[in-house]
């Protein structure tokens, strides 16, 4: 990555953190920091994706704002991953997508809704859009089957690529060597699925200010599996029609339905839970500019969830037809968005701790480096062994 | 807006640890507390801000330190440093009681770190607060906040008037305004007077005006020296202050941890004459902070100069300033604005002195100069690898030592032995009566909490009478 102001910024930031080393006790980005003294442009953007943004470091900051040095290391950091989404998207000239990102998301959304419904309402028949029907095969009256697959696959093929194009781009820039072995992926897997460090490993973090919880870890575990059952129910459903040739819509018992449903409403409560954290949290340590895009996915993905939702209760009514194609519209957006929104950080994220596993694991192997500032004691004993330069 | 006219039970001065322990046991017992912190909300908290650990004793391992360590062990520690300078009565009940502050602590809402993780040589001495001692003030105004002690931020206490050995009320200046607070009993947990330059010129002289404060501008000691020239008794030698070397280029105050320089055990260090003045490597680095503080407090002009080379570049932890560097000997003197050709020969005269040996920076490896005055007896190296590399050094006020005498129940002691009678103290204003001299580390928060607590009781019973 090129250097930038946020760049400086940053290096500046970690420059004070890495001769205070205070906060070593809350997450990765500590411990990993310590493993260096220069930071390279690569270095800040992986221990930048490598932050949960807990913000649990701004408040035992004895170097924040007002005091001169105002670090604020969730700040920057945040500013700083969104650079390097830019930075590491694919094709190039969509980069430009993370710019005002909040707008792009919510316009994009608002025109795969309104495509699909234009475009239903131009070439399927009022009496199969309007008309309240049931049965198999009832939904594919509005959108034929073929069409469906074919726009939903193309932009899920499209996303992934763009996502893997990324995520290449990134551990490329940041790292160079092979993925790890079993155990350190499997390491790294056990911290992105259970969200390890933003739980402060247990002690919470401050998600809304001074005060320790574990409110985002929980809403986002809601957001993050609803949003893997949906997936899982799309993939059953997508089973059902092609392995088994049963046609849509399944009755409520099915594994389809079912999925969806608690899916769909996970997601509801994820991300309304945090879209709540974010309007009511202390300004300080957010940065602003990320607003838009952190609204504009969650907004989305309580979108998807809702319209899903509805479909199920009125699928039975003449509201069927426009719900689904708006449910699609919604999917669709989703689909193309993937790659140009705040989803992305799960990507990176991701590369980083699975990083950080490798280090982590090299650091324990070479014990040699200054490590912690020694105590303040004279003609002490236990001084000895905390001469610099010497990790016991 | 609070109303200041009422009686409170108990009054506490100070926001830092010792004084947040005193006014949360105070309330915890039932009292009306209200605690008066001089600072603005964002720089609350005194000294507690700036560190990091606290030293508790344990007859086992906990979750947060390893293996055991004793009364007996930590009271030879405590008479090593202060080399006697200590009340063994009062220091023996302190040690004792450390024993329950990390669990009093964490029941109010501090966090420590895990043993396991960085720190390990003294997980077994000293528990971590997660993410340090702001951290750790953080937890305990909210928790103080949440059973209702009253908190004021940006209001100074100017003066206790003492009648008869008894306080009848506080002077105080809250948000600019002039106000009167009357309590039954009163806390003193003000600080020393660290940050106040023209008490500490009166014994250093302009020397003080090159001093760096590491901590909080607020430890004023304007309630210490109200309370001295009211005839309160006073324990540890007004002249000493605590001071480590810190980097010449740090802010007048609050710099922190971050602006101490651990690179002079694998340096040469001149003055501003480009001359050595001490043995570098006389032994490790831990225990010769101090002496590098007062030493280079007797420097001209208060300021020294490290050098090295680059072997030695990541030999120490990195400090929050860049280096200085240059390829010759004589640019790095221009750099640090120094005389060349001095500095030159300096270098000169401590490489021809340099004997062969193995370096080892992790201990005392006997590469010594020969014929040298002064010698360098540890980790002596050449300066023969360039770019050559300089830090410029000046003292770094931690604490001064002056404090009120206190008994075994916080109660302050007039000059002429009797306690007063509804006055108590905690923290670093009462310190000096178990660190009369040098320090340990984590023994001043260990202070606070236990001192908070006591006093924090005994106001308390002292207000229910």
Redesign the interface.
């Known amino acids: 990555m090129r250097t930038t102001e946020v760049m400086r910024d940053a290096r500046r930031a970690l420059d004070i953190c890495n001769a205070c080393r205070y906060c070593e006790g809350f997450c990765a980005v500590f411990p990993a920091m310590e493993l260096r003294r220069q930071f390279t442009n690569a270095d800040l953007s992986y221990l930048a994706n490598l932050c949960h943004n807990c913000k649990g470091c701004y408040y035992a900051c004895q170097y924040a704002r007002p005091h001169p040095f105002g670090v604020n290391v969730p700040k920057t950091f945040a500013e700083l991953r969104n650079e390097s989404y830019a930075a590491y998207a694919w094709p190039r000239p969509l980069t430009a997508l993370f710019r005002r990102n909040g707008l792009v998301v919510s316009l994009a959304t608002a025109l795969g809704i309104a495509a699909v419904l234009i475009l239903a309402n131009l070439f399927v028949p009022q009496t199969a859009l309007y008309g309240a029907r049931t049965g198999t095969g009832a939904f594919y009256a509005v959108i034929p089957w073929g069409v469906l697959v074919a726009l939903s696959a193309a932009a899920f093929a499209f996303a992934i690529a763009a996502l893997v194009m990324g995520g290449m781009s990134f551990w490329r820039d940041t790292e160079t060597g092979s993925l790890g072995d079993g155990r350190t992926v499997g390491a790294a897997l056990r911290d992105i699925l259970t969200l390890r460090y933003l739980g402060g490993e247990g002690h919470g973090c401050n998600d809304l200010g001074e005060r320790f919880t574990q409110a985002r870890r929980h809403l986002h575990h809601c957001m993050f599996y609803g949003f893997l059952l949906c997936f899982a129910s799309t993939c059953t459903a997508t089973f059902y029609a092609d392995v088994l040739g049963q046609d849509a819509p399944y009755g409520i018992f099915s594994l389809p339905v079912l999925l969806g449903t608690f899916g769909g409403v996970l997601l509801c409560v994820g991300t309304v839970g945090l879209i709540w954290a974010k309007i009511v949290s202390d300004p300080a340590p957010a940065a602003p500019s990320l607003l838009g895009p952190d609204f504009a996915l969650l907004f989305l993905l309580l979108l998807a969830a809702l319209t899903g939702l509805l479909l199920l209760a009125f699928r039975a009514t003449a509201a069927m037809g426009p719900l689904l194609a708006i449910h699609f519209g919604v999917i669709l957006a989703f689909f193309l968005l993937l790659p140009y929104s705040k989803f992305v950080h799960g990507i990176y994220r991701s590369l980083a701790l699975l990083r950080w596993a490798k280090e982590r694991d090299q650091d324990a192997a070479v014990p040699s480096r200054p490590e912690q500032r020694a105590p303040e004691s004279e003609n002490l004993r236990v001084a000895l062994t905390a001469a610099p330069g010497n990790r016991a | 807006m609070l109303d200041l006219t009422r009686l409170f039970d108990v009054l506490v001065i100070g926001g830092g640890n010792a004084a947040l322990c005193a006014a949360i046991t105070a309330r915890e017992a039932g009292c009306s507390v209200l605690l008066l912190e001089h600072a603005p909300r964002?720089?609350r908290g005194g000294n507690s801000?700036?560190t990091?650990?606290l030293r508790a004793m344990h007859r086992g391992p906990t979750s947060v330190l390893t293996e055991t360590y004793t009364e007996a062990e930590y009271w030879d520690?405590l008479l090593?440093?202060t080399g006697g300078q200590t009340d063994e009565h009062v220091a023996r009940l302190m040690i004792r009681d450390t024993a329950e502050a990390l669990s009093w602590l964490a029941a109010r809402?501090v966090?420590f770190?895990?043993s396991l993780?960085?720190?390990?040589?003294?997980s077994?001495?000293?528990a971590?607060f997660?993410?340090?001692?702001?951290?750790l003030v953080?937890a305990l105004y909210?928790h103080a906040q949440s059973i209702g002690v009253e908190i004021l931020y940006d209001s100074e206490v100017l003066e206790l008037k003492l009648d008869d050995g008894a306080v009848v009320e506080a002077a105080v200046s809250s948000k600019g305004f002039p106000e009167t607070v009357r309590a039954r009993t009163y806390v003193a947990s003000s600080g020393g007077f660290q940050a106040n330059i023209t008490w500490l010129r009166e014994y250093w002289g302009e020397a003080a005006d090159n001093f760096r404060i590491r901590g909080t501008p607020y430890a004023q000691g304007r309630v210490l020296k109200n309370l001295l020239d009211q005839g309160v008794g006073s324990i540890g030698d007004p002249t000493q202050c605590?001071a480590?070397a810190i980097d010449a280029r740090a802010?007048k105050f609050?710099g922190?941890?971050?602006?101490?320089l651990?690179c002079v055990?694998f340096s040469i260090v001149v003055n501003r004459n480009a001359e050595r003045f001490y043995d570098e490597g006389e032994d490790?680095?831990?225990?010769?902070?101090?002496?590098w503080g007062r030493l280079v407090a007797a420097q001209e002009g208060q300021i020294a100069y490290a050098l090295f080379d680059s072997k030695c570049e990541?030999?120490?932890?990195?400090?929050?300033f860049?280096d200085i560097r240059a390829d010759t000997i004589a640019g790095l003197a221009g750099k640090l604005g120094l005389d060349a050709a001095r500095l030159e020969a300096t270098v000169h005269a401590y490489n021809d002195a340099v004997q062969p040996g193995r370096f080892d920076?992790?201990?005392l490896d006997g590469c010594h100069t020969e014929g040298l005055t002064p010698p360098k007896t540890n980790w002596a190296q050449k300066l023969d690898a360039p770019p050559y590399i300089g830090y410029p050094l000046c003292p770094g006020i931690?604490f001064t030592y002056l404090s009120v005498k206190v008994d075994d129940r916080a109660r302050v002691l007039m000059d002429y032995g009797r306690p007063t009678a509804n006055l108590f103290a905690s923290g670093e204003i009462m310190a000096g009566n178990i660190l009369g001299k040098?320090?340990?580390?984590?023994t001043g928060m260990a202070i606070g909490s236990v001192f908070g607590r006591i006093a924090g009781q005994e106001a308390a019973r002292h207000a229910h009478n």
Do not use: E
């Open positions: 964002a720089f801000r700036h990091r650990n520690d090593r440093v809402g966090r770190q895990p993780t960085g720190t390990l040589n003294l077994r001495t000293n971590f997660l993410g340090g001692g702001k951290a953080n909210a605590h480590v802010p609050d922190g941890i971050c602006t101490r651990d055990p490790v680095w831990p225990k010769r902070y101090a002496i990541t030999l120490f932890m990195p400090s929050v860049p920076g992790s201990k931690t040098g320090y340990c580390a984590g």
